[in-house]
């Protein structure tokens, strides 16, 4: 029996008002399970008004009263983990148990952290800066906020967007990637329950409900986690009055492997690192730069782990990912393997698994060179390159050459390097003898095409604020 998602806009759920629908299809299956709403201009606009009348509302609470909310959505999240879990893997095929621990726990956390960032937003002291008058600052919440969500990790990235915006005081108008819309859904079953109606909202659609989201008059920030394309069509649709605008986009991260670094070790955690999420992650060890003196020791090591690893069903706990998100998605990948040069070698991997579903190998391509698409491209699953260098200066040449700057990694013995690489490379983030841990304390974006702006952290917090300077004569 087939599944139906609906909007939920102003406390209730409401199909698409034309009544359009999408397929949302399994991935392992490639089979339709369920359909969700179309939506069109008209849901937009009453998301929209339902968000702007509730916003002064909600902006007018205390810090205190959101946190408590938010509190009890982190444990309305936590009493419904089998439920988010289950609705998170049918749309994208992931394993239950990673899931359970690798995801949904950090969302609950984060949801958590911004319960308290809530309440610990802080600013300049206020102050005589021109004689008989006194400056205070004031940090506010910007308005109702436009976000999209990706397909990749649906219900985290939800929680990356609303989290921090409610917190802060804002309404929020929410698009699921039109592939992955079930945990969206449940989780404004449970945010329903809590929250003022129209303080959250979702609104199911395809590329151009976003677009209308985006282009809508009355939001004051738009957000979207997706690729290089949407955000440039986002920054230029925003542009035209003037929105906020916050953007996390792609990745294509540089795992620079020196020669003295623990072979064994490095190549374990670089592997879960890639093939994580099928790496279908921006930050995911996609881009192995190692030092020419160990190169082909380590090759030799990641092709074997690569055929080690194993991608399966959703219940199957030996599995470390499930399938590609969608037929497009395994067709880009296919593409990119399909497109190598003939200098290149397929060392494991390389091609579809099974027939049925969207599951595709493990894989480690060596052999490349710095102007090769698949070096300079975001491929967005369990691809690995790898590429030799000779010394520091051309590991950072090599690891800064490409448009993407939102992860990297160095692995090293040597503290002094390791400082001066975090130093040279021009990424958001630098991990150092690890990969891909991320914190709610922690900021999280890039640079370049990889876009600006914040997630997590308390800098992703005041993101979604604005700063007001009130000026008050001393005078009686």
Sequence with gaps: ???????????????????????VVDPTTGEVYATSPLSGLADVDAAMAAAAAAFP??????????????????DAMEARADDLVAAESR?????????????LAPAIDQVRFFAGAARMLEGRSAGEYMEGLTSIIRREPVGVCAQV?????PLLMAV????????????????????????TVLIAEIIGEILPKGVFNVVCGDRE?????????????????GSVRAGMQVAQSAAKDVKRVHLELGGKAPVVVFEDTDIAKAVEGISVAGYFNAGQDCTAATRVLVHESVHDEFVSA????????KTGLPDDEDV????????????????FIERLPGHAKVEAGGHRVGDKGYFYAPTVVSGLRQDDEIVQQEVFGPVMTVQSFTDEAQAVEYANGVEYALASSVWTKDHARAMRMSKNLDFGCVWINTHMALVAEMPHGGFKKSGYGKDLSAYGFEDYTRIKHVMTSLDD
């Design 1 to 23: 029996m087939s599944t139906t998602f609906r909007n939920y806009i102003d406390g209730a759920f409401a199909d698409a008002s034309d009544g359009r629908t999408l397929d």
């Design 57 to 74: 509302g909600w902006r007018d609470t205390t810090p205190s009263v959101r946190q408590r909310a938010l509190l009890k959505i982190a």
């Design 91 to 103: 749309d994208t095929g992931k394993p239950l148990h990673l899931l359970r621990s690798d995801e």
């Design 149 to 153: 969500a990706p397909w990749n990790y």
């Design 160 to 183: 990356w967007k609303f989290a921090p915006a409610l917190a802060a005081g804002n309404a929020v108008v929410l698009k699921p990637s039109d592939t992955t819309p079930a945990s």
């Design 209 to 225: 409900t976003g677009r209308a989201m985006v282009e809508h008059p009355t939001p004051a920030m738009a957000s979207i986690t």
């Design 302 to 309: 990641l092709a074997k782990a690569a055929a080690d690893t």
């Design 320 to 335: 470390l990912y499930g399938p590609l998100n969608n037929a497009n998605q395994l067709a880009q990948v296919s593409g």
